[in-house]
C-alpha cells in the first residue's frame, strides 16, 4: 500500500523526477518538461500560461545543458508545482558553483544563466554532500493582464 494511497488527489503533490545520462539528456529534460506541464494542466486541471509552458522548457534547456557540459556523469531533473508555481531542480556531480557572466551584448554564447535568472520567481543554486543543486521557480499562471504572477514589474 503506497503512504498517498488515502490521501486525496487535490492534496497530493505534482511531481516528477527524470535521471538523465546518455546521448541526448537535453531533448530528454526538455521532452520530459513539456509533458510534465501539459499534464499539470490536462490531468490535475491547474491552469499554465503559454508563457510559463516555454519558460519552464527554456529554463529546463538551460540548466541541464550546463549541467551536462560541465559536470561529469548524470544529472537529475525534478519537477514539482508548490505554490503556484513549478520548481525545477537540477542536480549534478560538479560542486563547482556557476556563476552569471557580466553583462556584455557583444558576447555570442554563455547567456543561459542570465536568462533562467531573469524569468524565474526565484533562483538558488547551493552545494551538496556530492555536486551541487540548481533550483528555480516559474509561476504557472499570469493575471489577467498578462503579468506574471508572483512577479513584481
Not at 538551460?62 to 505554490?83: H, M, Q, R
Request: charged share 25%; aromatic share 4%.
Amino acid at each position: 500500500m503506497h503512504e498517498d494511497e488515502f490521501q486525496p488527489l487535490a492534496d497530493r503533490p505534482i511531481l516528477s523526477a527524470v535521471a538523465l545520462d546518455g546521448n541526448e539528456p537535453i531533448a530528454a529534460a526538455r521532452h520530459a518538461a513539456r509533458r510534465f506541464m501539459s499534464e499539470v494542466q490536462a490531468v490535475h486541471g491547474l491552469p499554465v500560461s503559454e508563457r510559463a509552458m516555454g519558460m519552464v522548457e527554456l529554463v529546463v534547456s538551460e540548466l541541464v545543458t550546463n549541467a551536462y557540459k560541465y559536470a561529469p556523469g548524470p544529472c537529475l531533473l525534478d519537477l514539482e508545482v508548490v505554490d503556484g508555481a513549478v520548481e525545477i531542480s537540477v542536480w549534478d556531480s560538479d560542486p563547482t558553483l556557476p556563476a552569471a557572466c557580466p553583462a556584455d551584448p557583444g558576447r555570442v554564447g554563455q547567456h543561459g544563466l542570465e536568462i533562467a535568472m531573469a524569468v524565474c520567481r526565484s533562483f538558488e543554486v547551493r552545494r551538496e554532500p556530492v555536486g551541487k543543486r540548481v533550483k528555480a521557480a516559474i509561476v504557472l499562471a499570469d493575471d489577467p493582464g498578462g503579468n506574471p504572477v508572483g512577479c513584481l514589474m
